[in-house]
Structure formats: C-alpha cells, structure tokens
C-alpha cells in the first residue's frame, strides 16, 4: 500500500487531496487518521469500487474509489484540528472474518 | 458502540523480562481481535489476529488469547528483546467497523 505525498503543509482554508494506491486486488479500502493518545479512527471505507461509506470521524473529509486500486481523500477546506498522521489500509474481503488490514507508510498534515 | 481499552504506557522493560499488554473490548457482535505493531515512521503491520472466542494467537513469541467471558484480548510475551521496542494496538474488526485501542509505547533497555 502507498501513499502520496508524504508529508503536507498547508494553510487553514486550503483544499487538498492525498492518493492511496494498493495492487493486490483488494476489495476494501479505508482511511484512519492516528493522534497522540488515541490511536487510529476510521473517517471513511470502501467495500468495492464506486462504492463509499462513512466511519467513526468522517466530519471535513471526503473519499473517492474510482478505481479498485485507489483510495482518495480529500479536505475541501483543511482546517489546524485535521493536523494528524493519515494512515490507508486495505484488506481482501469486506466481510471475512478475521482478514488483516496492510497500512501504508502515513501521511503527516500540517494546517497551520 | 464498540470500542477497544488498552493499558496505558508508556511500558519500560528490561531485556528478557515479562510482558503484558491488557486489553478489553465492547462489541455488540462477534468481532476478530488483533494485535498489530507500529515501529517509528512506519505503519502498522499486523502481530497476530484471533476470530473466535478461546482462539489463541501467536507470533514471534508474543500470544494473546480471545476472552468471551471477559472481553479480553491481553497480548504477553515471556522474554522481550530491545528489537520489540515499538508502539502496540489492541484492535477489533466487526463487519466493516474497525476500532483501535491508544497504543501502548513499549521500550526495551539492553
């Protein structure tokens, strides 16, 4: 699983995009994003291409699975409380049980 | 809704010593719990998983056991290494719902 970019700076207002990509033919996507003392929240997942649904903090974010293998989020105006560490997973089934998400590597964003 | 309780850190060991993360959830249904382990800069990558109750999962010396009765789910190793030093989630998946623990911060000093 990669992401891109990395790490991002941005202001307060801004509208950004960060791409995950997996090739391993995996039906579910998701996006969490990790803060100090609260480990990793779901915003959005996808059980298939075309196909979206919201998390547990999906507020001022948005998602987009044109393709099987890529996971768009989106901040349509970022604001300084969504600074945090983004994290892709993805898995082969939505529903079977026990399958194992694979992470990407993050993306640090900073609004300032 | 389901959530996920792991035992604060941060957890400072000597080398070979005992380990013990705890553990609890709350789920309305049948969840697969996990262990998964975050080394600095990286993502999370799974330790071990269990899908049933009294299922036990294992690797790399670590263990945990899938407690109905208690809704626990506490990871244990018998002899740490400094290579163990990292950052550990307790996690439970329900259908398409996934939740996270905190992290505990382990750190092993030679």
């Known amino acids: 699983v990669t992401q891109n970019p990395r790490y991002l700076i941005t202001v307060t207002g801004k509208k950004l995009t960060v791409t995950c990509s997996q090739n391993m033919n995996h039906e579910y996507m998701s996006w969490y994003r990790q803060d100090p003392g609260m480990g990793l929240r779901l915003i959005h997942y996808?059980?298939?291409?075309?196909?979206?649904a919201k998390g547990e903090v999906p507020d001022g974010y948005n998602v987009s699975r044109l393709k099987k293998q890529n996971f768009l989020l989106g901040l349509e105006s970022a604001a300084p409380s969504q600074t945090s560490v983004y994290f892709c997973?993805?898995?082969?089934?939505?529903?079977?049980?026990?399958?194992?998400?694979?992470f990407g590597p993050g993306t640090r964003l900073t609004v300032t | 809704g389901d959530s996920v309780t792991q035992m604060e850190g941060p957890v400072t060991l000597s080398e070979e010593a005992f380990l013990t993360i705890n553990c609890t959830y709350t789920?309305?249904?049948?969840?697969?719990l996990f262990w998964y382990v975050q080394y600095p800069g990286e993502g999370l990558q799974l330790l071990l998983k269990a899908t049933k109750a009294d299922d036990k999962g294992s690797n790399k010396g670590f263990e945990a056991t899938y407690r109905k009765e208690t809704t626990s789910f506490h990871l244990e190793k018998g002899s740490v290494q400094v290579s163990d030093s990292a950052v550990y989630f307790c996690?439970?998946?329900?259908?398409?719902?996934?939740?996270f623990g905190a992290g505990t911060r382990l750190t092993v000093k030679p």
């Open positions: 996690a439970l998946r329900d259908n398409n719902d996934m939740r």
């Open positions: 997973a993805s898995s082969y089934r939505p529903h079977r049980i026990g399958d194992e998400q694979y």
């Open positions: 789920a309305t249904g049948y969840p697969s």
């Open positions: 996808s059980v298939g291409e075309g196909t979206t």
